[in-house]
């Protein structure tokens, strides 16, 4: 019986010879560049020598986290991680949902696809490019910014050197990059709302605010939620862009997050084995957080992020 | 009622006025960027150039443009983004065509550990290492195979090919037409909204890319258009070029922004139809498949 199955299910499998014939790139793809690093990741347990490679290099255990538990450059980076993705989800969130709903109110078809046009637009534009028109823009001596508030009689601001200000031109530089784009999964959702309950609702005379707070936001609840949750389990990651290109020596103390860390002792310092652990310990981090955050989803009654 | 009428319009003046704030706030840097990029030494030093050029001069543009390295790197990022496009196109698609297929298989095991891969991935230095190790390191095939299928991509390809109607392939499989017959002449014709969209997506990110130059590529001459752009506009690689100016003074920023403002061109040149096809791949990509 079994082996009439095992021998049906070749059968099977020989009618689709072309398919997999086509699958073999793709899963050669995957294989080499995907499952063969996380072989690799053995090496955060190892001692790794240049010489003796990822297979030969001697165990050492839990060495190299010790290591680099011990490292305050470790905690500090994990700090920051947490703080440039606090404050940017706590300005970008809210101001993404008031957008979309600003958005949704414009019934001039033209005027709100020339706006969404240049909404969008900073989306497509490469971090290199943002980081080089922002350090331009907030510079101390030439910055147009700092030469208005100095006309208006505020002092210049060190937009880039000092760490508080640092946090705010890179959340700036983020909402600016990103608002118009986030706004297009909000609008998505207003559209669907069913157009009789506004019907009603004006015949009984609510106001444009009470459809707001009684119609509208309910409507997109599910969503808001599914989007805060999304974000929220993303909160040990950070593209490694941002903080890279716009950070500098003087803001180090807040700019220097995980993947920037991992980035100069990897890279810059070619501490394999150690930068290897931190990337680890992150994607741990990571799924446990993601797999909370899909619980508490569905405990709430939404659906699941995974 | 009439005052009603009266305050829902006063509500709806702020709402455009906040919006046409809004869109100005995103227009000015690229505004900002125009004006630095045409503006003579003074008002830029001084900090005066806001939206709009004081003392024109297209002097920087003049200098950027004569300088070979530029136009090195654009057109090896040309060609990344032609090659690392079409391959990535390639593998999506017979990705996502092998594994829409219903009855294959062991299809759920490969969808398995494609999916496993958002989730959990080596890392910067064991795929650095496995890039290395494959003799990729300091050549422009790093800059595309190693990242050539996006697993979101792909989920959104299958997503589409799944919802074409079985009947049609059926009918064409029934007539005797092999799997890549079907692929070529009746799922890809069909799909030419969505191939263009990631294909795009694609495209635009490996335009934009910078990281996997910056670690993998050692060669000046094998720079690409956002790694210079980063030398040129947070290294001192301009130091040099401002003294050979003859008798005309341009300031490095004019430099830097005449640099920022030909290396986003091409992406400007595009945008009606990245932004008409990227919505729309958005929309598709939160239709989970």
Known sequence: MGTKRVGGTLRKAWNYKWIYVMLIPVMAYFIIFRYIPMYGI???????????????????????????????NFWSAIKNTFVLNLCALAVSFPL??????????????????LTQSILYLPHFISWVVVAGIATNMFAMQEGSINAVLQRLGVGPVPFLSSNGWWIFTYVVSNVWKEIGWGTIIYLAALTGVDETLYEASYLDGASKFQRLIYI???????????????????????????????????VMGVSEVISTYTYRIGIEKAQYSQSTAIGLFQSVVNIVILLAADRFAKAIGEDGII | ???????????MFIIYILITILAFACLYPF??????????????????????????????????????????AMWTTIEITLMG?????????????????RDLPGRKVMTGLILFTMYFGGGMIPTFLVVKGVGLYNTLGALFIPQSISVFNFIVMRTFFRELPDSLTDAARIDGASYMTVLVRIVLPLSIAVIATIGLFYAVGYWNSYFDALIYIQDDAKFTLQLRLRSLLFGNELGSAADDVGGTVVMP???KMATVAVSTLPILVVYPWLQKYFVKGVMLGSVKG
């Open chain 2, 85 to 101: 496009t079409a391959l990535s196109l390639l593998l999506t698609i017979l990705a996502a065509y092998a594994l829409s297929i």
């Open chain 2, 1 to 11: 009622m009439k005052a009603k009428t009266l305050k829902f319009s006063a509500g």
């Open chain 1, 216 to 250: 509208t936001l309910p409507s997109i609840k599910s969503i808001i939620v599914t989007m805060l949750i999304l974000n929220i389990s993303k909160m040990m990651s950070i593209g490694l862009d941002a903080p890279l290109l716009l950070g500098n020596a003087k």
């Open chain 2, 253 to 255: 920023q004019s430099l």
């Open chain 1, 42 to 72: 053995t090496i955060a347990f190892k001692d790794y020598n240049i010489f003796q490679g990822v297979f030969a290099s001697p165990w050492v255990g839990v060495k190299v986290f010790r290591k680099i538990f011990a490292n305050k």
């Open chain 2, 31 to 72: 505004l900002n960027v125009l004006a630095c990029s045409l503006s003579g030494y003074n008002p830029v030093l001084s900090g005066k150039v806001t939206f709009y050029p004081i003392d024109f001069t297209i002097e920087a543009y003049k200098m950027i443009l004569g300088r070979k390295t530029i136009w090195t």
């Open chain 1, 96 to 113: 993404t949902i008031i957008v979309s709903l600003m958005l949704n109110e414009i019934a001039g078809v033209k005027f709100k696809k």
